[in-house]
Structures are given as C-alpha cells and as structure tokens.
C-alpha cells in the first residue's frame, strides 16, 4: 500500500501523503503537550531511557521484573524476572547489556541482561543487597550497598579488591545515594541520600583503585539526581533547599543557574536535546524549564507524587512514575513545544513528508528521482512503527529539483 507524489524542490515545503487502501485507516486524534497517552498499574523504582532503541527500561520492584516498553507503540515488549525487587539500572557502553541491582538478594544480586533477546544471561552474586550499580569503560561494575561500595568484573563476576567506605583508601564514605557513568564510562558520580548534608563525589574509574577527584556536598536530605545526556551538567535533588540547580558534572561546585522548585523536590530529568529540565515537588504537578534561559514553562498535571521521571530518545514522550502499593507509570506527551517556549530555528532547503499511522503497522518512506525507466526505489532512514498519531519525516534534498516518494506499509493489519 502506497502513494507516489513527485515533489518539487522549496525551503520547508510540506507534504501531506493520504495513504489509500481496501480497508480505511483509523487513526486517533492529534495529542497536546501535557497530554497523558497512557498508564500502568506497576510501581517504578528507575525508568533507564536506551539511546540507541526507540525503547525504556522499567525497574518494577513490586513484580520483580524489569519491563521493555517500546517508546513509539508504548507497548510492553517483555517482563523480565531479573530477581528480587530490581532498583537500579546500568546500560553497558555498546547499549548490549543492562545490568541491573536486585536491592531484595545477595545469590541474584546484579542481572544481566541481554539486550538482543531480552534474556538473562546470567547472575553476579554480590555481598549484600544492592542498591546501584555503574559500569567503567574497563569492564568493573561499581555496586552501592547500604553503607559501602564494591566492585566486580563485569565478565567474571569476581570481587575485585576489597569494600570502599568512610575507612577504606581511597575514603569514601556511602550513605545509600546513586551512581552514574558519564558518557565514555571513565568517569562517575555519587550522591548521597537520607543525609544532610548530603556529600557528592566524582570518580575518576580509570585507575584500580579509583581516585576521587572532587567533592562536596548539595542540600539536606538527599533524594536523587540527574546527570545530562551529553554528559556535562548534574542536578541534585534534595528536601532543602526549595531548589535545584544546573551544576557542572565534572566540578558540580560550579553552578550555571538555578531553578526554584517550591517545597520539597523530589526527582528531575533533562531532555535527551538538553533545552528542557523536568522535576517533581510534593505539589504532585510537573515542572518545566527551560534549561538554557531558565525561564520556567507551564506545568504539567499530575496526580500524586512521581518521583520517576525520564524522557524517550526522541523526546516526544516522558515518562512519570512513582513507587508503593499504588504505584504507577505514566506516559505524556511532550512532542510539541510548550507555550512561551522560546525555540531557535534552522532554514534549509528540505521536505517534511507526514502521513496518519495506524498503532501497531510499521511504515517505510522511500524516494527516487523519476517515475520513468528502471530507477530504483531507496529508504529513507529505517521504518516507522505507527502508534496513532501523525508520523513524519524530514529529507534534505542536497541540491535536487526534484524528488517523488511513496509511503509503505511493511507490516500490520490491513
């Protein structure tokens, strides 16, 4: 099923392909900015976004099972019974694993799963119940417990050395609290939580052992943070003060701006583009910034508390989560711009071909340069799995006057 249309060349010229089949398409009506597209009935731990997979991985401790929620269909592709009450969650650097810490046992303490077929490929034993674990880029897994930190090969399962606490050389003093790997897995950041102050420090996990190159502390009573994807800002988030702030995540005594949150923050994400920071207070809402000026942008309704939030990789959706016996995840829609939102804009000679989806087909835009002759029909970028909405893409034309393309459907129900 498909429809051609030859296509002159325009800056910005838009394209509307009506696909036309034996059974009509149904499609749902266009999502606003804020809307809530849907919720599950699970309490969320973490939500882990894969920057390389239109996918996000669930920490649900109430079921002991991490969840693979497909970010375009927001389908659920898999369960995986990982082990007792799943915390935390690390990606491998190639994006082929996750590991995750099972904060309920000691014989399945880390899993790991492959990512390929969602499978466990094994279990690491650990000395008690973790609560994080992080990856360096020379294959150790760096484990949070209670009150001290561990590492093991990646590979082995091995205990490498000895513990790391307040005693230990390097001194390193763990209180509960999180850990991160920067991109390129050389680099960590701990942050306390329950603590006040609570302490931050950076690691340097390229040398065994590993050194510390700076710390500090953030607030009282520390509830999480949230480092940037490219790897360059960190927020801390804690009960006081009534605020967070963008810090720089290699020395985060350097702050580029605050924003004020009100009473009690509870947990904040940025947007895998960096222009947005999203974050919680016991207000239940959602706040939105603008992480570049600052300027604070409608919120977002919610009912009850999320303290879970993380966006997808195209950040169209962020999903919002909370733990508990009425625990929850949903999923909102971000895609459009919020009102006041000051957005730059590029001009170049492109065309921006969109079309009405069908939930659950999976659609493939081609093009070439004559409808005459034996000329060749090429993709343009990989499929598309529709979910409902309008679907689009964009193509620079790289000079062409003319181009003709078709939508088609590669796979679904007619």
């Known amino acids: 099923m498909y429809f051609i249309m030859n296509v002159v060349c325009f800056p910005l010229l838009r394209i509307l392909l009506t696909l036309v089949a034996v059974a009509s398409l149904t499609t749902s009506s266009r999502a606003d900015y804020g809307d809530m597209l849907k919720e599950f009935d699970f309490g969320v731990a973490e939500v882990k976004r894969d920057n390389t997979r239109d996918r996000v991985y669930v920490a649900s401790p109430s079921t002991n099972t991490v969840k693979v929620i497909d970010s375009n269909s927001l389908a659920v592709l898999a ?70 930190m561990r590492i093991y090969d990646a590979e082995t399962g091995d205990q490498l050395g000895d513990h790391y606490d307040t005693y230990s050389s390097p001194s390193f003093t763990v209180y509960g609290g999180n850990i991160e790997s920067m991109p390129g897995k050389q680099k960590m950041i701990y942050y306390q939580t329950g603590l006040s102050p609570s302490s931050w420090s950076v690691l340097d996990v390229t040398t065994n052992p590993f050194s510390i190159s700076k710390s500090g502390s953030w607030g009282s009573n520390g509830q999480g943070m949230s480092l940037s994807a490219d790897g360059n800002y960190v927020t801390f988030v804690s009960g006081a003060p009534y605020q967070i702030a963008k810090l720089d995540a290699s020395n985060p005594t350097s702050s580029y701006g605050t924003f004020n949150t009100g009473a009690y923050p509870r947990g904040a994400t940025y947007s895998p583009d ?12 959602i706040d939105v910034w603008n992480a570049q000026t600052y300027v604070q ?38 895609n459009e711009a919020a009102p006041a939102e000051e957005i730059n804009l590029n001009v170049e000679t492109a065309m921006h071909v969109f079309w009405d989806s069908k939930r659950g087909e999976l659609y493939q835009v081609q093009w070439r340069h004559s409808l005459v002759g034996n000329d060749p029909w090429y993709d343009l970028g990989d499929p598309v799995l529709g979910n409902g909405l309008t679907m689009s893409v964009y193509d620079k034309l790289r000079g062409m006057k003319r181009k003709f393309y078709r939508v088609v459907v590669v796979t679904g129900n007619p």
Not at 307 to 328: H, K, M, P, T
């Open 274 to 285: 960096g222009r947005r920071l999203y974050a919680v207070h016991t207000s239940g809402h």
């Open 79 to 148: 369960s995986i019974f990982t082990g007792s009450a799943p915390l935390r969650m690390e990606l491998s650097a190639d994006s082929s694993r996750l590991y995750v810490a099972n904060s309920g046992s000691t014989v399945q303490g880390i899993a790991v799963v492959n990512l390929s077929t969602l499978t466990i490929e094994k279990h690491i034993s650990t000395y008690s119940y973790p609560r994080d674990v992080a990856i360096s880029s020379n294959g150790r897994l760096f484990v949070l417990f209670s009150s001290e």
């Open 297 to 334: 942008l409608p919120q977002i309704p919610n009912s009850g508390e999320a303290r879970i939030l993380e966006c997808d990789r195209r950040n169209r959706v962020l999903f919002a989560g909370s733990q508990g016996a009425n625990g929850y995840l949903r999923v909102i829609y971000i």
